[in-house]
Every structure is written in structure tokens, then in C-alpha cells.
């Protein structure tokens, strides 16, 4: 009988320990406080080197990382400099090859290039290739001879490519348009009102107070542009702004999780500050010393994660909006006043509640 018991006994600590480190406690054990001491390759400054790349000089130390993406077709007519002026908005859509109607959809609402005739606005749309279904590049050859605003290249355009499709983005802006302002990086399943990014990229600071981000996050923006006291100011054109959604959170680290990460591919046990990938704006400033911080950063899958460590390397502190919206904000005619986006729209769902918005002077 005790025999028995010990047995039991043991197979139940077995099971537990088990238990445990499936769920990733012990896991948690062996992380490394991110407060005292991250760090994430390439170890060390990279301030000069952005420097040193941004005129156009061989940096001291050679990139680490670099992505060779190659452009199956590139729409380098959208952003020509001549019919530029005013406030430059290019919106970089995150799309999947088979979205023909998700893109649809963008193209005669938020995405719409001619929605404001005082503000020249450019829409793209980010593919990879789908190798299990080749025909679908016939008909994506159609829609870019018929739109031209599509920029694929040659990777499998899948989740935990999310990255490449990133990195692709930044660099199709760096050869072809840097004659933007701002870039505003999206999924295609968004609802964005292009009034509510114009307001917030003219004037941050005087969005309604109960709107705004943490006072502590205000101020260092006005740090950043050098305002000391003047709450009233438009961006200037040096800025180094990063902003959506921001969050402070943990890697998962119990196996299930289709987020898990492992000890080896990162340590600490918080992430950087990062914007949710579904939504958000850069200035120009800000996207030339993230595209050069990137070569200086070891790949990671997860591109909200792979960019907070960017901006982190890059000296540039992620800026928080509410009004970003990561998850479906419910919807009433009155609750999108103020929405700069918000997630999980069909086409159909986003061409009615954009063409409602848009009669009642909200987008």
C-alpha cells in the first residue's frame, strides 16, 4: 500500500512539474530583468552609424542585418515629386494576395488619394507571394496595370513573415518615397478615418483632453520638438515621431501560446515599449533612423516586438494614442468621432460605416 502511494505521489510531481513548465514557469525563473540589463544584438551604440549611413558614409561597423527583398513590382509613379505639396501623407497597407476586395474597399474609402484636395495623399499595398496558388498573380498583375499601387516581392506571405512584409515597406519608401511627411503603416481590415490621422499629425497636443496620452508621454514629445511651454504647435518637419498604440508587456512564454518565445530568442521579462502593428505613423525622420537602426538588430518574427526593439536602439520613444484602436472599438455612429482606427472590419462592414462617418464629417 505505502508502495502504492509513493507512486502516486510521484506521478503526480511529475505531472505538475510538467504542468509547469508547459504553462512556462519555470521558464520565468531564467529571465533577465529588462530594467537593468538589455541589451539585443548588435550590442552596443548604433547612434553613429545611423549617422554615419544617413550621409551616406561606410559606417565603422557593418550591418548585421540586412534584408535582400526583392520587388516582383515596385509603383514607382505614386509618389512623384511634382504634384506633392502641403502636408505629405503615404499610407502602407499590410495586405494578403488573395484580399482582392479588402483592397477594393480601402481604395474607395480611407484609402482614397483625392479625399482631401488640400492634403496629397498616396495609398500602397504591401504583398508577398502565395506559392500554393499561383494563378492568383494573374489577376494580381491585372489589378496593378489597372491601380498601380501594389508592391509585392518575393517572400511567402504568411504570419510570422510579418517582419520581411515590414522591412519590405520601409524599404520601398527609402527607393522611391521619401518625399513624404508621415507614413501610416496598416492591415487591410482596418477602419481609418483620414480626417482623424490628419488632425492628430497637425496638432497631437490639442486632440480633446480626454483623448490624450499620459501627461508624462505629452511632455516628452514636447521635449522632442523643443516646446517648452506652448501647447498649441504643429509637428515640425524634424520630428522623430512613432505613434499608435502603445503597450508594456511580457513574452509569452507557455507553449500553446501561438505568441511563444523562447529563452534563446529573447531573455528579459518585459519587451521594449511597442506599437501594435495593425495601426500606426512615422515621420519621416523617425522611419530613415528606424530603416538604418534595423541592420543593426537582429531579426525577430514578431514585427510590433521587432520594431519597439528598433525604436529603442534608435533613441526613439513609441508615443501612445487611444484613439488607435487594436481591438473593434464598438461601434455607434458617435463613438467614431475621434477614431483614428480600429480593427477587425470586412470589406462590406468598412465601406458602410466609413461612407456613415464620412456624412456626418468624421472621416
Known sequence: MAARVRLKMILFGIFAVGLLNFFGVFTHIFEEDFDQSFHYPYDGDISEFIAQ?????KPSVSPINIYNISFLSVGKK?????????????????SAVDHFEHRSAIRSTWGYEGRFSDVPIRTIFLLGVDPSRPELQDKLAEEQRKFGDVVQANFVDHYFNNTIKTMMGFKWVMENCLESQFYFFSDDDMYLSTRNVIRFLRNPSNYPEYLLAPLQHLDRLKRSVGRRSSLDYELPADVRLFSGFVFVSSPHRHYPSKWYVSLSE???DKWPPYVTAGAYVLSKNALIDMYYASMYTAHFRFDDIFLGIVAKKAGIEPYHCDEFNFYKKEYTPHSYRYVVASHGFAPDELRKVWAEQRSIGNA
Open 53 to 57: 549611413l544617413r550621409n551616406k558614409e
Open 78 to 94: 505614386k509618389c512623384s515629386v511634382s504634384e506633392w505639396g502641403g502636408l505629405r501623407l503615404v499610407y502602407l497597407v499590410k
Open 266 to 268: 529573447y531573455k528579459y
